[in-house]
């Protein structure tokens, strides 16, 4: 828990999910806010998981092809600017486009996360680094959506969610740009007959 990896692998994982959670929990009210209809301002939330769900398996091929911490930088990136970008949205199609960027986003950077964990901490210890990195995450979850409605009632506005949210989110990417270099997996050698 006190090696180098671990201490990026949760500190990312943190951000990522103090960043995703506010505009997951107050898209919503927010869109209703700019006008939206409350039936339709729900779809929202309904498209960022359907586009959660194909970033899941996307970003896990890219990961697959690319190196899940090239990937894992990317998506962190793609998310912070989705996130900012709520601030310019008012409108029900922009906040679908919106949406289905961010969630695809924030769907696909989750299983890199324990394809990091497996390549730093191999098989035998991933539940138990999966789930002390889970359980920090889930202080970034809880960290969202009480920031995001605070700044809601200090401000009268959600832009500083949104704007906060970007931060936070760069903040990600600077952490997870400091993964040291996977350890190498020994490569099985054919002897030949």
Known sequence: LRSVPFVVLA???FACCAMHSGPIFHTISYAIFCG????????????EGLAGLGGRVLFGLLGDRYGAKRVLVAGLLLQALAAGAFVFATRLNEFYAVA????LAYGGVMPLYAVLARGYFGPAIMGGVIG?????SSLGMALGPL???????AFGTYTWLYVGSFA??????????????????PR??????
Request: aromatic share 12%.
């Open 168 to 185: 936070v989110g760069l903040v990600a990417v600077a952490i997870a740009l400091a993964f040291p270099p996977l350890p190498r997996e």
């Open 100 to 103: 289905f960027v961010f969630g």
């Open 36 to 47: 939206v209809p409350p039936l339709a301002a729900v779809s929202i939330y309904s498209l």
């Open 147 to 153: 920031a995001g409605g605070w700044s809601f009632d």
């Open 132 to 136: 002390a990195a889970s359980l920090i």
């Open 11 to 13: 500190l990312a994982f």
């Open 188 to 193: 099985a050698v054919v002897q030949p007959a």
